[in-house]
């Protein structure tokens, strides 16, 4: 089974974002980029099949992301066969899945695994456009990944702590979001290893074939408020308070 | 035995092989080689298990040990021994009076035994044989004044020996010290037993005894059976006992046959014993001399790397080891006192130094065929030590991943050991295998990874690690673009811990406030990397060093300082092999000479204080002076906690654990010193380590003593005592009248 990794570096959150001075994006310039956590997740799930059945895991990236060289080494580090770094494609969601897209068609795979969503798609749109533009199978908020007899059975999970487990076919597209276990940890003499060996290799794809056609014409600082609210009362009253509010939002029944 | 020749005169002297006989007398030499034959096929085997080991570089240590520096360590404990602290048993006394003295008594009877024999067998097997041979009569230096010599000595020491080994028989069976009840502290599911060690160690008193007792009354009864010559009142112990026999009653005839019997039992039990040697707890009689002598401390503050060669990382199997890892196996007398002073040990962690030296050697033994005598541990189902073959991985098998990770790389266990053991490297070596294979707490691979995006523990952003200087009212200087004399290095905890930025405040203020000219390398700093690499991740230590080096070459300064002991560590000891030396100070050094030169005029404070010696300052470098004299000079009354300097306790933060899971212990070890510090009556905990105030804050509260306790860092004393205080942010604003 060949398994590929769809990936994106995303700013590191821990950083300040500035925005640009017409302030229809963010600053890049400055800013420290990090594989976004969900295609992380995404990346330990592909390498749990491999330790389970003996897959080909290829982590693919965009050569435009920056520092999406770190996160493609470091997928070597951690037992990815392969990484590929695609040259051309677009910035927003529909020009990354044209290029992921244009890439499979090439190289095709017969498990597709991509985080779920990113900070800067939180509404998930990678997997199911990605799934569409291939004509495959798609599942998306899954909480697991197993290969069985020729088909993989994942878990989906629901709000509320529901889940349903389906088995499907491949090829398909999975968009994950949380791997069975944490993400392993890459150790830096192991990516060092990996760099020096160059095992990232580029391919080229079209650029911007299909963008979404949308365009910024203004980002704004989120709002600064405060939600906090300050339970007072003795121990039984702060409880039930407690508990009323855990209804009120469905979290707990009865 | 026919005697001519020169011993045909009336000398003093005894017979050597009384009432033996020849056919005795050959079955005796048949018996000796065959057992000689034995300890050094032993010996060999051993030699060959150390050989497969890697290099060690100790070879200048030996040197400097037997020849250089013969005496040291004899005093004081520095970083190596010596021949002549080998000879005074000094790291065996050292913290142990009492069983230091009878080792050494039994240790210096033992040898004075074996030259007497050495003695006799140059006398009887070569200068007889060899005279008779040359000039066809027998001569001998064994009689006369020789003799009496000889006798004195031997009867002393022997006797000597004696004392000691009771001493030491009864604090095992009648004192038994906890250290010496051999109880894991990792408990195997499948069971285990040490009641072969148990017995083991008592076979060798046993044996030993034995033969020290047999030894009197064969001298005894020889002088009975030959009648009291008067020239033998000079073996005065045989002397005494000889004439008890007399007075009971023994016949010189009955005497003759207590003395030919009491011989063999003696020569059995003797090269019983002998044989014994290579492969039971005697051996360490041979191994523990010259462990100490290439034993160097020094191994512990700067690590050494993982084996260059090596096609894996991390130990897996024993050419892994170097030959004095090896060697530091084998040396173990199992005296338990790294047992007993190990913080984690103590939290009722699965870690016991002893244990994890014990297991090696025990594996290492059932992997290369090595025997031992009533010296090894029983187990059911034969895990941990007894692996072969590589069934289980040396770390995360042999050794459980979680006594691994248990180790707060304190150093008190390399410290006490009085056999020259260095438990902290083969550890490190032992975690960079698990590191690689990420079997870790999932909170240490979170700091990895902010450490090596970010460059601290705390995932903040690099950039703001010198946003706590914004609670300053002056601007500290930026050494990567103007020349200070000294370089403050910050460290991760004094920087972004928010409980924290306030000793940096407060540091800051008070040596600007004295004209101490510094700097700091504001975002160019990284976490130093000291514990990053005593968790076993060494590629991202050196990427934290070579970051650090590269800036610090990028400023002008002369000297360093740090907040953070842990860092001062690794800058003072590690950093120099990455090719960046430089001289560096703890704020506490820095302190006191300000305090002592009148730089800083301080008011006595008259505070009863109590001092915790962080392990990375105290232990680990020295460190201990600076902060007491301090302490003295801001007029405080300085209580020790008895675990102090060199002996303090760890906090158990060190060595990663920080960052790790401590929920599952019994107690954490920052509570039995917040406990030990309630004992001694003072309320006022004086710390010099960032995270000594957050893990004894913590412990104050956990251990249910808030307001009992205060944790202060010794920089908030200083502060209170000054005399001129430097300006606050308001102050300022006041005296200009804006």
């Known amino acids: 089974m060949r398994i590929v990794v769809a990936m994106k570096a995303v700013p590191d959150l821990v950083e300040e974002i500035e925005l640009t001075p017409d302030e229809t994006d963010i600053d890049r310039e400055y800013l420290k980029f990090v594989l ?146 944490t993400p392993r940890y890459a150790p830096i003499t192991r990516i060092r290893q990996a760099m020096q060996a160059g095992g990232v290799r580029g391919e080229s794809v079209s650029t911007d074939v299909a963008s979404s056609g949308l365009s910024v014409r203004r980002m704004f600082r989120p709002e600064q408020t405060s939600h906090a609210e300050m339970l007072e009362g003795d121990v039984d009253d702060i409880a039930d308070k407690i508990l009323e509010l855990l209804r009120e939002r469905g979290m707990v029944k009865g | 035995m026919a005697f001519t020749g020169v011993l045909a005169v009336e000398e003093e002297t005894r017979e050597v092989f009384m009432n033996v006989g020849t056919a005795g007398e050959i079955i005796f030499y048949v018996v000796s080689t065959l057992t000689i034959g034995v300890f050094f096929w032993g010996s060999y085997r051993r030699v060959k298990k150390y050989r497969r080991g890697r290099a060690a570089f100790r070879m200048a240590n030996l040197k400097k040990a037997l020849f250089a520096n013969p005496f040291q360590g004899v005093r004081r404990r520095e970083d190596t021994w010596s021949v002549g602290a080998v000879a005074a048993n000094s790291s065996v006394a050292r913290r142990d009076r009492a069983a230091g003295i009878a080792h050494f008594f039994v240790f210096w009877g033992f040898i004075t035994l074996f030259i007497g024999t050495v003695i006799l067998t140059i006398d009887y097997d070569i200068v007889r044989k060899a005279s008779k041979l040359i000039v066809g009569e027998e001569m001998s230096f064994f009689q006369g004044t020789f003799y009496i010599v000889y006798s004195v000595i ?18 095992r069976g009648a004192i038994r010290p906890k250290k010496l009840d051999y109880e894991r502290a990792e408990k195997p599911e499948g069971g285990y037993s040490r009641s072969k060690i148990v017995l083991g160690d008592w076979v060798f008193i046993g044996l030993f005894a034995a033969i020290l007792a047999t030894g009197y009354f064969l001298e005894a009864f020889r002088i009975v059976a030959t009648g009291f010559p008067s020239f033998e009142v000079w073996s005065p112990v045989g002397w005494v006992l000889g004439r008890g026999f007399e007075a009971v009653g023994l016949s010189t005839a009955a005497a003759g046959t207590a003395q030919i019997i009491t011989w063999w039992t003696h020569a059995a039990l003797a090269l019983t014993f002998v044989g014994m040697i290579p492969f039971s707890k005697a051996m360490h009689m041979l191994l523990d001399g010259v462990n100490l002598l290439v034993h160097d401390r ?49 939290a009722g962690a699965p870690l016991s130094p002893r244990d994890l030296i014990l297991d090696l050697r025990q594996w290492a033994d059932a992997n290369t065929g090595g025997i031992t005598l009533l010296d090894h541990e029983t187990r059911p189902d034969r895990t941990g030590p007894l692996t072969v073959d590589h069934e289980a991985p040396i770390a995360g098998g042999v050794i459980s991943s979680r006594t691994l990770w248990s180790c707060t790389t304190c150093m008190h266990c390399v410290e006490v050991c009085p056999v020259g053991i260095e438990h902290v490297p083969t550890i490190v070596q032992l975690r960079r295998g698990l590191v690689d294979q990420g079997d870790m707490d999932p909170t240490l691979q979170t700091a990895l990874k902010n450490l090596s995006t970010q460059g601290n523990s705390f995932g903040k952003s690099a950039r703001m690690r010198a946003r706590w200087t914004k609670g300053l009212d002056f601007k500290i200087k930026d050494a990567r673009k103007e020349p200070v004399k000294y370089l403050w290095f910050v460290g991760d905890f004094a920087s972004f811990d928010d409980r924290l930025q306030a000793n940096s405040i407060a540091l800051a203020r008070i040596l600007n406030a004295a004209g101490v000219d510094f700097g700091i390398l504001y975002e160019g700093e990284r976490n130093a990397g000291n514990d990053v690499r005593r968790v076993g991740e060494e590629g991202l230590f050196e990427m934290l060093a070579d970051h650090n080096i590269a800036a610090l070459e990028s400023a002008q300064f002369e000297e360093i300082f740090t907040t953070d002991p842990h860092s001062l560590n690794t800058l003072r000891n590690e950093y120099p092999e990455r090719g960046a030396s430089y001289k560096v100070w703890h704020y506490t050094e820095l302190l006191l000479d300000l305090v002592e030169s009148g730089t800083i005029p301080v008011r006595s404070l008259g505070q009863k204080v109590t001092y915790h010696d962080p392990c ?18 801001l007029g405080c009354e300085l209580v020790e906690m008895p675990r102090n300097g060199a002996n303090s306790f760890c906090c158990g933060a060190g060595g990663g654990r920080i960052w790790m899971d401590d929920s599952f212990l019994e107690e954490r070890p920052s509570e039995n010193r917040i406990r030990e510090a309630l004992g001694v009556g003072v309320d006022k905990f004086i710390v010099s380590c960032p995270k000594d105030v957050t893990m004894y804050s913590d412990a104050v509260k956990t251990t249910g003593n808030e307001g009992q306790m205060e944790v202060r860092d010794i920089v908030f004393l200083v502060q209170e005592a000054l005399t001129n205080k430097p300006a606050e942010p308001g102050d300022l604003l006041e005296r200009t009248g804006v």
């Open chain 2, 298 to 346: 020094s191994s512990v503050r700067h690590l050494p790397a993982p084996p260059p060669e090596a096609e894996h990382v991390g130990y897996q199997e024993l050419s892994d080891f170097t030959w004095k890892e090896l060697l530091d196996l084998d040396a173990c007398t199992k005296c338990g006192r790294c047992h007993e002073v190990c913080p984690a040990r103590t």
């Open chain 2, 154 to 171: 031997l009867d002393t020491m022997g006797f000597t020996a004696v004392l000691g080994l009771a001493y030491l028989a009864f604090r």
């Open chain 1, 36 to 181: 976004n956590e969900w295609d992380d997740q995404a990346l330990e799930e592909a390498l749990l099949v491999k330790d389970a059945t003996g897959a080909e895991v290829v982590a693919v990236g965009l050569a435009d992301d920056p520092d999406i060289d770190q996160a493609l080494y470091t997928a070597i580090a951690k037992g990815a066969d392969g990484a590929v770094m695609l040259e051309g494609g677009g910035a927003d969601t529909h020009s990354r899945a044209a290029a992921f897209a244009e890439y499979l068609a090439k190289e095709p795979a017969d498990l597709v695994i991509t985080g779920v969503q990113a900070p800067d798609d939180l509404d998930g749109q990678l997997a199911p456009m990605l799934a569409a533009r291939l004509g495959q199978r798609h599942v998306s908020v899954v909480v697991g990944v197993e290969a069985k007899d020729g088909n993989v059975v994942v878990r989906q999970e629901f709000s509320g702590g529901r889940a349903h487990v389906l088995e499907l076919p491949l090829p398909a597209v999975i968009g994950l979001q949380a791997s069975r276990e």
């Open chain 2, 616 to 633: 990375y300052l105290g232990r680990y470098n020295g460190v201990t002076e600076a902060p007491r004299k301090l302490l003295k000079a």
